[in-house]
């Protein structure tokens, strides 16, 4: 912490509290974090290879597929080597190194919400509009989907980000959070904070709801058509090819809304810890399990992939 006589006390560095009162068990949730980091990693690189080397598996749904793998591998990197280094008692952070932290976690999380709505899009279409399907979600418009996306990603926190790095900070330093994020440093600052709150709530609201707007309404209309088609057999069929997504929306939704729309933030600080390790070390981890095994065609390319494997020892 350097000192300013002339003006306030500057905080240049945090310590982020992380995962308090273990009882020495620090170690074994290192171990199963690196896990969990290694198997996300692997996991989203292994979905990412077998649709780049798939043929039939590069089409509109495995083309978003793979940016959300890629997302993810980005997503944990931003917030668990950090985790880690905490967990080992490296607990210190430069403040320009939290604010990029906030800023890339946030950037990432708004392009993860608006892709999951292009996917609902590549959805609504395919099985509303089979026939004009190949027309609408043709490469170029795929590519300008994926585009508006990761513009949106990157305008989204700015606000926020440049209202936070005006805040004076001049008293704790200590972060009760398992990594930087807007709320926590936000209890820190010794300046008024209201514009920030108000901004935060407001951003948030307006990114989250129109994205689960866009979404709800794809799946209306998805499920209208779906109850129209007169098998069982069909109805499956079609819906199917949603299961997959819409459990990352819930799982990703349910947990990033808790944290950052909510009307009073007086909850326990653990269930901000749980709600923080949900969307960003469960969800990444648990997305290449989800689309492999809720996905027939990358399924069946991993049981070719095994068994040829197996054939060959």
């Not at 940016?67 to 210190?92: D, R």
């Not at 129209?228 to 997959?244: D, E, H, L, M």
Request: charged content about 10%; some cysteine.
């Amino acid at each position: 912490m350097e000192i300013n006589h002339t003006n306030h006390s500057l905080v240049t560095q945090f310590i982020i509290v992380g995962f308090s009162d273990l009882n020495g068990c620090e170690s074994l949730l290192f171990v199963l974090l690196f896990f969990i980091y290694f198997f996300t990693l692997s996991g989203n690189v292994t979905v990412i290879t077998l649709i780049y080397t798939q043929k039939h598996l590069q089409v509109p749904l495995y083309f978003f597929v793979v940016i959300l793998s890629f997302l993810e591998i980005w997503y944990t990197t931003v917030t668990i080597p950090k985790m880690l280094a905490n967990l080992l008692n490296q607990k210190l952070i430069s403040f320009i190194g939290c604010i990029l932290q906030i800023y890339f976690l946030h950037c990432l999380g708004i392009t993860e919400t608006y892709l999951l709505t292009a996917m609902a899009f590549d959805r609504y279409v395919a099985i509303c509009n089979p026939l004009r399907y190949p027309t609408i979600m043709n490469t170029k418009f795929c590519f300008h989907l994926v585009g508006y996306c990761w513009v949106i990603g990157l305008i989204g926190p700015t606000p926020q980000i440049l209202l936070l790095s005006k805040l004076k900070f001049c008293s704790s330093n200590k972060i009760d959070h398992i990594f930087c994020d807007f709320d926590p440093l936000m209890k820190l600052a010794c300046s008024d904070i209201s514009l920030n709150l108000s901004v935060d709530f407001a951003m948030f609201s307006i990114l989250l709801f129109f994205a689960l707007f866009c979404i709800i309404y794809s799946y209306f209309k998805i499920i209208s058509v779906i109850l129209k088609i007169r098998s069982i057999q069909g109805q499956k069929r079609a819906f199917s090819t949603c299961v997959a997504h819409l459990t990352v929306v819930m799982l990703f939704f349910g947990s990033v809304g808790f944290m950052y729309v909510r009307v009073t933030k007086n909850y326990p600080i653990v269930f901000d810890r749980v709600m923080a390790v949900i969307y960003s070390v469960i969800t990444p981890m648990c997305n290449p399990i989800i689309y492999s095994l809720r996905n027939r065609e990358i399924r069946d390319v991993i049981r070719k992939k095994l068994l040829k494997l197996l054939n060959n020892s």
